[in-house]
């Protein structure tokens, strides 16, 4: 299935036959066109640090190791050539770091400064080793723990790619606590990262947002049986509009798996048994999430397609068994 960031850079299209892929995309370069999608949510978004009156020195920021003699060091393990300093953007900021550039300038300007360690950092997500990395038991933003974490296992200063449900965190976040916590992550990443790229946070929205004073709406299974598809996209456009309030950029759905074998403990999860019906569905929840895919009115979120061909038909039921 083509990611919607694939979509966002021109590698797809959609037309009244679905969505077809065009080309194969360079994944790193697809990670970097959804990252800078990424913007604070509504709560705390005028105290955040202006893109354009940042700098990276050459020695890293205090605290840090210097990471010229990393890139070496990285690039003789490797073979690799090491990264270089790109051309700065207006005003002697990174280009990577000036919105008015157009995606592919940024992407290829970040992409020429970043090191091996740092672009695997990039497909890294963190979720259930919140509490060991980045939360306090109460799931409050803890930043001394963050802060020892940006060395050792986890090597946080290196960037990291998605945090997984911040709003599981401490055993469940409201609305309004999870969009103070995804705020203190974001600014944490953007301060203490050798480059400042910001993380991705996702959700899961099977059938509205599984969170805490998210709303919940009838079960895929249901809506299938509708065969409304402009409901289904009006119903996931809330959802939509509920998860990036709190500070989510991606939703874990739709699932677009075809249910041939009704012991498969997970049939309610689709749309129905008819390969049609559910490609309908399935793109009526694509837009409803990423409405006309430019993410600039901060109400949309990034759209999963999952879960595998023939998942939907396993063997005797059973979840994740030979289809």
């Known amino acids: 299935m083509p990611s919607p960031c694939a979509a966002r850079a021109g590698w797809v299209t959609e037309g009244e036959e679905g969505i077809r892929p065009k080309s194969l995309p360079f994944s790193i370069k ?33 605290g840090m190791t210097p990471a010229i003699g990393k890139k070496k060091q990285s690039a003789a ?11 700065p ?34 497909m890294l997500c963190i979720w259930q080793e919140k509490a060991q990395t980045l939360v306090d038991d109460k799931g409050n933003f803890d930043v001394a723990k963050a802060k020892k974490n940006l060395r050792g296992p986890y090597a946080l200063a290196r960037g ?110 689709t749309y129905g048994e008819d390969p049609f019906l559910v490609s309908r569905m399935g793109i009526a929840a694509v837009k409803g999430f990423q409405g006309n895919a430019t993410f600039k009115d901060k109400t949309r979120v990034l759209a999963t397609l999952k879960h595998f061909v023939g998942h939907g038909q396993p063997e005797s039921g059973m979840n994740c068994a030979p289809a």
């Open 30 to 62: 697809s990670i970097f066109y959804c990252l800078f999608l990424v913007q604070p949510t509504r709560l705390e978004r005028t105290k955040w640090p202006s893109f354009a009156s940042e700098t990276i020195s050459p020695q890293g920021k205090a």
């Open 160 to 269: 990291l790619g998605q945090v997984g449900r911040p709003s599981d965190a401490g055993g469940g976040r409201t609305a309004r606590q999870m969009a103070e916590l995804t705020n203190a992550i974001q600014k944490f990443f953007l301060e203490n990262s050798r480059l400042g790229i910001p993380v991705i946070f996702h959700e899961e929205c099977l059938h509205g947002h599984a969170a805490p004073e998210g709303t919940s709406f009838p079960q895929p299974i249901a809506l299938g049986g509708t065969f409304n598809p402009n409901l289904v996209e009006e119903l996931f456009s809330m959802t939509a509009l509920e998860a990036r309030s709190r500070g989510a950029h991606h939703a874990l759905t739709p699932v677009v798996d075809v249910a041939r074998e009704p012991r498969w403990g997970r049939v309610e999860e």
């Open 89 to 122: 953007g207006p005003g002697g900021a990174p280009a990577y770091k000036n919105p008015s550039l157009p995606s592919a300038r940024r992407v290829k300007d970040l992409l020429g400064r970043m090191t091996l360690e740092e672009k695997a950092a990039q």
């Open 77 to 87: 393990r490797t073979g690799m050539k090491a990264p270089g300093k790109a051309a």
